[in-house]
């Protein structure tokens, strides 16, 4: 793999971090964009760690040139004051993040681990799968999906109570997954949207803002007391879990001993099957087997559960747990979920 990061104490730390795993190798370690886009192609590693902010080219212009000539895993290692770039750095193509400490030392192992185990989790992501969405802005306020542009700060927000409910899971390859989702889902839609996906504390009012500015939905992070409404949605805080009560209002409290994920899909997915209106769960790319339990609630309940099919998902573990399990009304790829979604 190759090390990118223009500060040589860093790339020291994070290589020696990595190589001490035997299932990784480090084969290059470049300190700027451009350095890390010439070893790219000469090296052609499996996996790539980046910096964003870098001189000469930084992590930007570095994903636009590799993802157009060499699409390569990336995991973005940047600091937590970087929360808007991280994302930006995913709608370009990067498969995931860690965020970086303001002092890295040897002894940072719970981020170092976390990134290990990252390294290894997509560094056999096929090349098909590692590009960035075919969404764009045109202009301010402005998107463009499948060519058409939609202003969707235009969109007025209801005040009537969500007529259905869709509820996410997603984890390794969720946000990328989700902006795509949320940009094409109807400026007229009658239900609304609570996602659960597996990220820091810091970040996760940040994604919220993302997807509120990537389509006609209504993105917020969720806060205790909150109403579902009709074109309304809400993302977990980080380190919390999430679920809807009475009048569909929202509950957001600190994880139990009882929650094996943070956020947890399967307790978010067991309240919605008890909301009184039609469920629908979706269940995104990701590790291990959130809302699998949550699943088979809402199918109890009478409600539908589609899964990110193989064809697209970056990590296959939480969808493949669903297909198994024969709890799947549909298994999809991401395109026909969004469309899916789309008709509600």
Not at 221 to 239: K, Y
Request: charged share 20%; net charge negative.
């Amino acid at each position: 793999m190759l090390v990118v990061d223009d500060s040589a104490f860093n790339r020291r730390i994070v290589a020696d971090a990595l190589s001490a795993h035997s299932e990784i190798e480090i084969i290059g370690r470049a300190t700027d964009g451009e350095d890390a886009f010439r070893q790219a192609l000469t090296l052609k590693p499996d996996v790539i760690t980046l910096d964003l902010e870098m001189p000469k080219m930084d992590g930007f212009s570095f994903l636009r040139l590799l993802m157009a000539r060499q699409p390569t895993p990336v995991i973005v290692f940047s600091s937590y004051a970087q929360r808007e770039n991280v994302f930006k750095a995913l709608e370009l193509g990067a498969l995931d993040f860690v965020p970086k400490p303001e002092r890295l030392g040897p002894d940072a192992r719970e981020v170092l681990d976390e990134l290990c185990e990252k390294v290894k989790l997509v560094r056999s992501v096929r090349s098909s799968l590692v590009h960035p969405p075919p969404l764009r802005r045109l202009t301010s306020g402005a998107w463009t999906v499948d060519g058409e542009a939609s202003d969707f700060d235009q969109v007025p927000e209801s005040v009537h109570p969500a007529k259905s409910l869709v509820v996410f899971a997603s984890s390794t390859g969720g946000p990328t997954a989700l902006l795509q989702i949320f940009a094409r889902l109807s400026p007229t839609t009658t239900a609304g949207f609570l996602v659960a996906q597996h990220m820091p504390d810091k970040f996760t009012r940040t994604f919220a803002e993302r997807l509120d500015r990537n389509g006609p939905v209504r993105v917020t992070e969720a806060e205790s007391d909150a109403l579902v409404r009709a074109g309304t949605g809400f993302v977990c805080p980080g380190r919390q879990c999430m679920q809807i009560g009475p009048g569909l209002v929202l509950k957001v409290a600190p994880s139990s001993n009882e929650d094996r994920y943070v956020p947890s899909a399967d307790r978010l997915f067991s309240s919605a099957a008890t909301s009184g209106i039609p469920v629908t769960a979706v269940v995104l790319t990701g590790m291990g087997d959130d809302g699998l339990k949550g699943a088979a609630t809402i199918r109890a309940a009478g409600g539908t559960v589609i899964c990110e099919s193989e064809e697209t998902a970056i990590v296959n573990g939480m969808p493949r747990a669903i297909a198994q399990a024969g709890l799947a009304n549909e298994v999809l790829p991401l395109p026909q979920i969004a469309d899916y979604l789309a008709r509600l």
